[in-house]
């Protein structure tokens, strides 16, 4: 199957794809005339894709997300590329075509990050915080498996929460190593906390984000996973104002620093001031690996990265990786 | 007893005043020599107070707040007036003096005050919020009755806090007459519950802030009252994620409006929009009646008005009011 | 007739309405065909409408605003309902429609709204104040039948302006009486002044902007206004330095608060503070409910609004209004 | 006459020199003692001076601003020269001491400065305009003889707002050559009239800025300046909304550029854009001036130079001026 | 021939114009069509232009820039005109045409203006610094005779850069005349420098900016005129870190001002202060220029300037300018 | 020797510690009396120190750096410890004090930092980006034996620069195992050249900054070290717009992240949005372990920490580090 990212203008193309956006559109001719706007995928990226002529029972047929086989011509649209479709038709079982195939995903397997995740819970020293992450990851063991990091910013693919969630918990090891007079549990729980709302706050499938959810746009993801921590100490007959309570909640508050980001308050602790930079080192750094990995062989500049200032990187063909 | 509003320089005052605050010091003299710091205070302002000559002994007797009676003159000092100390002895259980005639607080009685916020509790149609907002009140009533809803900025005098709250419900009634679309219940509540946490992200004595408490520097007063509604809504046997309770979360989260004046989350429905600018009207036109009403009576400006950009108010004597 | 709020997929609709805008179109075809993209309107919303086919003639009979006839269906187009049409004709005398039934007003008629503020000019008790506000005022009386408070932002609507008055004169009296060291002359001659030369900074028919005049771009309503009170001020022999013209002055300027939001200088007297935040109180709640009662009766969350952070706004079905 | 300029630590000095400021200070000593904080100055500088051992009588005698014969020494406290009194008497009628050899003033004499400004009014080809420009000038000639141009901002000497309008004049003509589309009438009462209200906005004695007006507080001087415009306007039976007018408003108004400058309207027109940047250009250049030639002559860096930044500038002594 | 600054809505054209830019585009239509989306330009203006219709052989024709000669018509389209060919064909070499009689350009001849520069860079005294400046003029004398100044911001014409260099150095000999405190050498050295650089960080042909280059998007132009000059100073034998190389290093970092703009220090000599300033003044107002010069003859407000806050100038019809 | 961090008011202290600051002060009594201002300090922090009677001779015997031997008492002024000397003198050579041993110093010898750092140096693989930074590590190695890394914001202290570097390659070696796609010889040189300029941008002794240099000011250490590139680069025969030396320019002059923060551009390549990130997570988290560290035994929250946004840091006694 040819990869998306090596596509070039002029090339046919037959094969399978995921099918990760489809939209109903008319032209502006009179009479106007359906066609659809359709985005194919596969795990080296997507390209928008134009299917004129759609019927109404194309309409109804192709529903994202799904697996389709496709005949086509890549074209270029706008400096961008564009795919244009020649035929399509729905995967059929006897095609074996599996949707994880197609799908970006963390370069580690689901059930490893989250078995990192719950081992760490376990290596929690203090029991009372380790009850209390363990509560709130039982929550959504589930959705860990699969649940992306953000819409579009970084870490936008499948299981990529869990795998922001294991990146950080390595370099806050490493960091906590480094820097001995750091308590490991704060750190451990307050990366592992941080973003777990994040589950509830966006409704996500196969790793992409749908939409934000009610209490997610009215609450947002660090007020939400501080009421689970609330939710998990009453449970637990923990007082919601004692001091690891109240520092669990801090730690979770004040994760994006500065009120403009989101946080009500500041990092005040030793460990939450590790957290906020912790996290944007792998933050920023994913997105850099995103769009450096995303984008065409062809290319020196990555489309811009909206974390990172809007600005596009550049990758250097001649200077590479050293060894 | 000449209220210190009308102090005027060269002035010999003799009479009971309220110790607000007192600081040993040392003169730079060698050998240094040692006084005292002191800040007297009646219901119409307070002035800055040098006692000289101060012994250990003396040290040890005037810790403040309490009742004293001085004697002295009033001096200029850096354009300010300032009270030189001759004689100074505490108040005795024959001087009749009680501390709440001595300090600024609101214009109507604690008690009331607090009858009119229950009134208003009981008053809510809807039974599950009722018992919400209910549940909050109760943990704090005896610090309703006497709280500042600030150290500085507004309403910083006894049983401010309730003040302020009653003013809001009076012009959230009104607002909510005014426009029927208005959920009043949602209005009630918020206003109620806004800036009820402060009673434990302060410590305050006698409508004066002393301190922030580690639970308030670490959470602040939002997220406090989120998770007190948090445990009133699990102890009732509400779901947290709920809408009524994701609405009450919302409503006190919100009413800061902006990320860098401390809200997670900006207002998203009609009645946290309502919240937040009657908290305004209320707190910015506290700010100059306070500063109006305290400074004195030979100014025309008053001094900055720390949340009205630190700009200065105007009061005309010849405009005056109008009839 | 059919409300355009409770428009609904594949409706077909025959009905009168009004047409408040409409712009001649080609399509990117080849060669290109003419069509038109109108804006129908009634009080209860607006649609956006394609009226492909246009003709020659068509172009130059459909000139907004005017009342027309049409039948069409309604579509959805980027998840927005359009409406198709099918016929349109202008509406003739013998159809006795009245185009201010088509446009949204404010709730009280125009001839009270005047009435109102001009009673209340009569009662301010300051003579030479009084005066002032009269001749500003008997200027553009016959405008304030009719002009909307902005473009877009709040009030946009007929007599938006006058009702926003009219509404914060209501705010104005009832914080007078919480406050009575205000002066509610200032406060009453404030509230009619403050947005009084929008109806020369902008032009606007049936209660919809069209653009800013030259004067209004190059001076802006704040200091037209204050050119105003100045002209009044001459006519009336009052000093243009005497303290009340002075203070009119001030209260207009500043009543935007801040210099990056127009104002040239910030409010230093207490009735100035006042003005601002009833303005602002009174402006967001309406825009809020400017939004609310146009959403489609489907809809839980408004279109964004602008002067609210561009937030959208949330609207129980389930809580409603309590009694 | 040493100048304060060239004073070096340890310098035994006898001479006249301006009291610039005189202040009645205590020590903490116990009793407290008087002395008194001046400030003397010169054309070349001013000095902080201690002057020990006040009595009350020389409380009463030494009000600024006066000459007064002084002897004392240079001192170095807290890394700045500091000068401390042994004898000083006030300037008798025999010492023959003009107020006027110790002030800094422009480097031009007033009344060719005011000779300047009025020449340029009477260039000014329009009928109207200079009419215009005519009044405000008439209103102010004297003040212009002898007010600086802000309170230490730029310009902050004796004449010093003249001499600023006829350096800017100076770069008007030259950009006007260079440019030719640019309208001169507009530039030249542009820059006459952009500051011209400071006289009214600010009290100041011999080139020394006291303090801010009532006006100057609660409206500016770009708001002044426009009010100035218009009541010459109505006196000379022109329109206030005529082009001519507005325009003239347009340019007072949008001077500072941007809201928080305090301008509530931004360049619109040309000769407004000009306008605002030869402002810029020589005011920014006057502090840089102003702070190189009153630095003592053994500095290299200036003190930090408030409207750049509060940068300090640097003063090459071998790279000097190029010849 | 037609200027195609005096276009009118349903005139018919013959003529030959400069083909700006040209990309080939396809409608919506089904099948998709293909047409070019042409930009056609003489010094009065641009215009957008419609081809429908093109061919294969056509797209591969017409390549911009080149000349053409077109017929067609001009049309409205979203208010703007618009122009719709209905033949083109490129210039021969018997149509005599020359590229520069139809592009924008410097009212001043390149030779004279790149002249203007190198008898100023001999004028500079001291011996080193025109050495260095020399050095860098050099490596891009050529590129002095046609580079823009920028994009889009202002002087985007030919030789736009060299002509921009000539005004600041106008300009810089008449502050230096006014204020003779200033150093003449730096004043001529930084105005020559501040922008040189620019003609390698951006790509441009017959004054258009194609591009940033790829140092001028990783360095920017301040920080590779600075790398020229450490250049130029190692091969002159100069000391990389003396006084002069600094200063000139300084001038040419500081000259944006403040780090939002892109400076990483801020002017702090006065001759650094003088460069942004002068640099300030000259560019705003030939973005004035440029947008009143290239203005449609019947409009009155230009199209919204980006480097004047976006915001439109106004043309006075009947000020005009004074004489 | 008592450790400062564990002075109690009121104990009386006799040891050697080290002078850090010295400064003659006269008091405000009449006649004044000289004292001196100094600071105490060994490596568990530092006092505030007064010599009340110091004579003409103390003055300029006690020059700081050096080591004292002092006797005196500790006591609270305005809520902090102060040291009242009692007995005084230089610290002479048969009591055998070594400076090193008072100063807060890295916790790793400077002779193996540096080490680390050369060996780093070897470890690139790129001969030319080898041979570049190995050319700027050789211009200052003795100062990066005993640099800080900054005045007061973080690494304050002995070998302060060499530790960050140390620790960062650190992080940089295991950031870029966790992402291979980042080249390593990059991230290296990156680290090691960020802020190696400072050694020229500050003059220190002993570990503390003096002042910022006449380059330091006028260029930064950003633009310095750029220009120690430049040079190498020219030295070595390598071209200064290859591709290689724009990008180690790139990741210098980049490193600060915004233009507000100091860089003239943004990061744009995935190695210097790494650098940023490591260097942010390094200053940071040292930031918060040097305020923790010299805080007393008995405060629970640090003094405000300036990079922190000036957040006071919270240490837990209960919870402390977890096992």
């Keep these: 199957m040819t990869l998306i990212k090596t596509f070039v203008e002029g090339d046919e193309i037959i094969g399978f794809y995921l099918l990760k956006s489809a939209e109903a559109k008319q032209t502006n001719a009179t009479p106007p005339k359906d066609y659809m706007d359709l985005v194919l995928a596969d795990k080296s990226g997507e390209i928008q894709t134009k299917f004129w002529d759609a019927s109404s029972r194309d309409k109804e047929t192709f529903i994202a997300p799904m697996i389709v086989k496709v005949k086509g011509i890549v074209q270029i649209y706008r400096d961008k590329p564009q795919f244009k479709i ?8 006897y095609d074996h075509q599996d949707m994880t195939d197609f799908i970006r995903s963390a370069p580690v397997q689901p059930v490893d990050l989250l078995y990192t995740i719950k081992q760490t819970v376990e290596s929690i020293a203090d029991k009372e915080i380790r009850s209390i992450v363990h509560a709130c990851v039982s929550r959504v063991e589930d959705k860990l498996m699969h649940y992306p990091a953000a819409k579009s910013m970084h870490h936008a693919f499948y299981a990529g929460l869990a795998y922001h969630i294991v990146r950080m918990l390595e370099l806050g090891e490493f960091v906590a190593k480094q820097r001995p007079f750091l308590n490991l549990d704060l750190i451990r729980a307050g990366i592992i906390l941080h973003d777990i709302a994040k589950t509830d706050e966006l409704t996500a499938e196969i790793g992409i984000v749908k939409e934000y959810s009610f209490t997610g746009k ?17 449970s637990l007959g923990l007082a919601v104002d004692s001091e690891k309570v109240v520092i669990l909640h801090h730690m979770i508050l004040s994760h994006h620093n500065l009120g403009e980001w989101g946080s009500p308050v500041q990092p005040q602790i030793p460990e939450a001031v590790a957290l906020h930079y912790i996290d944007q080192l792998d933050a920023k750094l994913q997105a850099v690996e995103d769009a450096v ?5 062809t290319e020196e500049w990555t489309a811009p990265v909206r974390i990172l200032e809007n600005k596009q990187i550049y990758r250097s063909k001649g200077l590479g990786k050293s060894t």
């Design 86 to 93: 020649m035929q399509i038709r729905p995967a059929a079982d």
């Design 293 to 297: 990995s995303t984008m065409p062989d």
């Design 218 to 234: 009215l609450l947002g993801h660090l007020s939400m996973a501080a009421n689970w921590v609330t939710e998990a100490a009453i």
